[in-house]
T-cell receptor, first 113, second 116 residues
Framework: GENVEQHPSTLSVQEGDSAVIKCTYS??????FPWYKQELGKGPQLIID?????GEKKDQRIAVTLNKTAKHFSLHITETQPEDSAVYFC????????????FGSGTQLTVLP | SAVISQKPSRDICQRGTSLTIQCQVD?????MFWYRQQPGQSLTLIAT?????????ESGFVIDKFPISRPNLTFSTLTVSNMSPEDSSIYLC?????????????FGEGSWLTVV
């Protein structure tokens, strides 16, 4: 089955700096790659996703890149703010299947003021 | 997107008891799922809640421990039976929505269970 590895497990950055979280996946059939942000006491919130027909997607300060050949994708957060502090999960899925997401292990991002 | 409401949001449960978690969605959805998130861990799929038929369980999860109902396209319940401290987790309801560009998956706020 699919396996998703996520790095780093913890990441601390100064406010205003950029943060990058990387994930690799094993199943070449996977074609949907969402990123979720989970704040303490809350459920995972979808912040951005990318499908395999594009290589990059941006939404304001957040961007995701996908390299299908290398089977890895990354989350980029620019101009980080304290409210970006949370646990971030990457995931992968083959959207043509009834099966659900395979999640990475999560990254605790701390933005220091 | 979808508004996914879960009840209870939190509970403290006695060992050996059972608790039923409810999930209500503000629109009809084909696919509903239940996940478990143990403290400090990632999310693990428990089962797919199938409308009008038995749920499809993932490896390591069984119906006797986690019975699921899905009476219609907007509602599902998950019961955690005969609870032990190892069942202390966040239980998350998830739905898959079909959009123009493909499927998107959303989560509820979770039900935080502590078993004492």
């Amino acid at each position: 089955g699919e396996n998703v590895e996520q790095h780093p497990s913890t990441l601390s950055v100064q406010e205003g700096d950029s943060a990058v979280i990387k994930c690799t996946y094993s199943d070449s059939a996977s074609n949907y790659f969402p990123w979720y942000k989970q704040e303490l006491g809350k459920g995972p919130q979808l912040i951005i996703d990318i499908r395999s027909n594009v290589g990059e997607k941006k939404d304001q300060r957040i961007a995701v890149t996908l390299n299908k050949t290398a089977k890895h994708f990354s989350l980029h957060i620019t101009e980080t703010q304290p409210e970006d502090s949370a646990v971030y999960f990457c995931a992968s899925a083959f959207s043509g299947s009834a099966r659900q997401l395979t999640f990475g292990s999560g990254t605790q991002l701390t933005v220091l003021p | 997107s979808a508004v996914i409401s879960q009840k209870p949001s939190r509970d403290i449960c006695q060992r050996g008891t059972s608790l039923t978690i409810q999930c209500q969605v503000d629109s009809q959805v084909t696919m509903m799922f239940w996940y478990r998130q143990q403290p400090g861990q990632s999310l693990t799929l428990i089962a797919t809640a199938n409308q009008g038929s038995e749920a499809t369980y993932e490896s390591g999860f069984v119906i006797d421990k986690f019975p699921i109902s899905r009476p219609n396209l907007t509602f599902s319940t998950l019961t955690v039976s005969n609870m032990s401290p190892e069942d202390s987790s966040i239980y998350l309801c998830s739905v898959r929505l079909q959009g123009i560009s493909g499927n998107t998956i959303y989560f509820g706020e979770g039900s935080w269970l502590t078993v004492v």
